[in-house]
């Protein structure tokens, strides 16, 4: 398997890391994903995307305790990252998605619009914004709102495989 070459050859990467355990959590192999997005964080602190799929393995887990304690991590550490600098959409993004998973629907919301005013045509944004929506707000009018321009967007089959393997 391509993965697991890469971790022989680059195991300290947070590219190869973050890869494995995106691969796991695709086949709901949440459990072992935790270890890989973990490791992926600690090498590179802002990583909207693993700290959204880490956050969701722990849901998936059953693990409440440590889905409240990464949205802390991820919502502290965006900080850091957003005092430099406030445009920088993966500690705005990381940030919005905290706030989602803490039910901060208000601070989600104009986290999450300002995100999107920045870079419209994300569809990535948007998806992990509906996902955090649905999962974490139960908002399903803004999740299918989200959903229904990242499906109708070329290339929006991927993220229709992605919804099927989304806890």
Known sequence: ???????????????????????????????????????????????????????????ALGHHEQVLSAAEKMIAKSQQFLADDPANLDALVTNACGMAIQGDAARFSERADLALLLDPDNMLIRYNFACMAAAFLKDVAMAT?????????????????FAIADP
């Open 1 to 59: 398997d391509a993965i697991e070459q890469a971790l022989k050859l680059e195991p300290e990467s947070w590219e190869v890391n973050r890869e494995a355990g995106r691969a796991l959590y695709n086949r709901n192999r949440f459990a072992e994903a935790v270890s890989y997005f973990e490791k992926a964080l600690s090498i590179v602190g802002i990583d909207y995307s693993a700290w959204q799929m880490l956050g969701s393995s722990y849901e």
């Open 145 to 161: 709102d989200l959903l229904a321009i990242t499906f109708a967007h070329e290339g929006g089959a991927t993220f229709v495989k």
